[in-house]
């Protein structure tokens, strides 16, 4: 069936998985050696900085090595060929700028940057320097103050969070790609597009947790499956 009308996509670590990035909540993801709570909540940074620290660092150095697959390429093709379209990601990596897609919503942050903890500003800092096992400081302080990971932990408040529900409540074709279904608000989207009135189409590797939610599913690799099905939406 061919997809008309603005479109918004939300994507999540599914999506990087071809690319070499780890996900999350898999067999083999991020949250099976780690817990939660020691790398990726306020709390643990006021705790033990040094270890979130390092932990944040390893996954910025990652971006150097890692490239886009053909569910990015894929992407990038959509937005060309949609009248209208937005694209959410829960992912951190640049994996979709470099991929391709012009302007990205990352609700939980991104990596390639820092935030300063006592301005709140956020720059890009990703010179040799600023990926070692030291802390970085800022520029926008007179005396440098120190910059912490400018990403959304557990118990913080999503970016961008406006836009991203009026995108959404407009949308005509709600797309989520890669995503478990976890972790809210991320994981409510569907429902409020539904409610809205969207077509709701999800692809994953398996059926998540709110699976069900959707109005066509398409289960898969996201860089296997996600470039025909452009091609059949457009080609249709
Ligand atoms: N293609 C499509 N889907 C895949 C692929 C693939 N190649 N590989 C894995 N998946 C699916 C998994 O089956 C799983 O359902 O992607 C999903 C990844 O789920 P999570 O690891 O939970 O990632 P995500 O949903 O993005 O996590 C949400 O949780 O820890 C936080 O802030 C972090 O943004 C993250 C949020």
Redesign the pocket.
């Known amino acids: 069936m061919a997809l008309e009308g603005r479109v918004v996509v939300l994507t ?4 990087s ?2 690319s070499g990035v780890r ?4 067999n083999d ?3 099976e050696d780690q817990r ?1 709570e020691d790398v ?1 909540t306020p709390e643990a940074w006021i705790r033990d900085p040094t270890m979130v620290w390092r932990f944040y660092q390893a996954r910025r150095n990652q971006l150097l090595e890692v490239d886009p697959n053909p ?1 990015h390429f894929a992407l990038a093709e959509l937005e060309s060929k949609a009248e209208s379209f937005t694209l959410i990601t ?3 990596d640049d994996l979709h700028e470099r991929g391709g897609n012009s302007s990205v919503i990352h609700m ?1 942050g991104r990596l390639r940057s820092l935030r300063c903890e006592e301005t709140g500003r956020s720059e890009v800092r990703m010179e040799r320097g600023d990926l070692g096992a030291d802390f970085v400081t800022c520029n926008c302080c007179s005396n440098g103050s120190r910059m912490r990971p400018d990403i ?1 932990w ?1 118990g913080e408040i999503p970016m961008e969070l406006e836009s991203i529900y009026r995108e959404v409540e407009n949308c005509d074709v709600f797309i989520v ?7 809210y608000p ?1 994981a409510g989207l569907v429902n409020l597009a539904n409610s809205c009135g969207a077509r709701s189409i999800l ?4 059926l ?1 947790i709110n699976g069900r939610d959707f109005d066509e599913v398409h289960i ?4 296997e499956i996600l470039p025909s099905l452009v091609d059949v939406w457009f080609d249709s």
């Open positions: 999540g670590a599914g999506v998985a071809e996900t999350f909540r898999d993801g991020l949250w939660v990726a569910a829960q992912n951190v939980h959304v557990f790609i890669g995503s478990s279904g976890h972790v991320a692809v994953n590797f398996e998540p898969g690799k996201a860089g």
